[in-house]
């Protein structure tokens, strides 16, 4: 895996949060060797089904949202943004759509300090990375 460093922070956007994947590690290491065998498409197909569920589940299950992130990154270690835009709670998957990118480091590093700080603007973050008009 290839962190994107901050410091000694590796970053993930999910949505508009920003997680340190670099805390103490998500995913235990029996689930990580269980998590091995599941491919990249497997996990967008997870991401999907878990945001029809639950679209704000970057904010209302940041731990389950950072394991995500965590298996995201790990599967596409170039990969530092995923949004998972569903359009209502309990939405056919189907109808989620899913985008990925890699942020260069500083912006990642900018967006984690403004949320530090309290200053967290979902709307400045969904315009900025995702180009969308409303988060």
Same mark, same amino acid.
């Given at each position: 895996?290839?962190?994107?460093?901050?410091?000694?922070?590796?970053?993930?956007?999910?949505?508009?949060?920003?997680?340190?994947?670099?805390?103490?590690?998500?995913?235990? =290491? *029996?689930? $990580? /060797? &269980?998590?091995?065998? !599941?491919?990249? #498409?497997?996990?967008?197909?997870?991401?999907?089904? +878990? @945001? %029809?569920?639950?679209?704000?589940?970057?904010?209302?299950? =940041? *731990?389950? $949202? /950072? &394991?995500?992130?965590? !298996?995201?990154? #790990?599967?596409?270690?170039?990969?530092?943004?995923? +949004? @998972? %835009?569903?359009?209502?709670?309990?939405?056919?998957?189907?109808?989620?759509?899913?985008?990925?990118?890699?942020?260069?480091?500083?912006?990642?590093?900018?967006?984690?300090?403004?949320?530090?700080?309290?200053?967290?603007?979902?709307?400045?973050?969904?315009?900025?990375?995702?180009?969308?008009?409303?988060?």
């Amino acid at each position: 895996m290839t962190p994107v460093m901050v410091g000694v922070l590796m970053l993930f956007l999910l949505n508009d949060v920003v997680f340190d994947l670099d805390e103490a590690s998500p995913v235990t =290491p *029996a689930d $990580a /060797r &269980r998590f091995e065998k !599941l491919g990249f #498409d497997y996990l967008l197909e997870l991401g999907c089904e +878990l @945001f %029809a569920e639950d679209p704000l589940l970057h904010r209302n299950d =940041p *731990a389950r $949202a /950072r &394991r995500l992130a965590w !298996l995201i990154h #790990d599967r596409g270690p170039d990969i530092t943004a995923a +949004l @998972f %835009a569903a359009p209502a709670a309990g939405c056919d998957p189907a109808l989620v759509e899913p985008q990925f990118c890699a942020l260069p480091d500083e912006v990642l590093g900018q967006l984690h300090d403004r949320a530090r700080r309290g200053k967290p603007d979902a709307v400045a973050v969904d315009r900025a990375v995702w180009g969308r008009l409303a988060a």
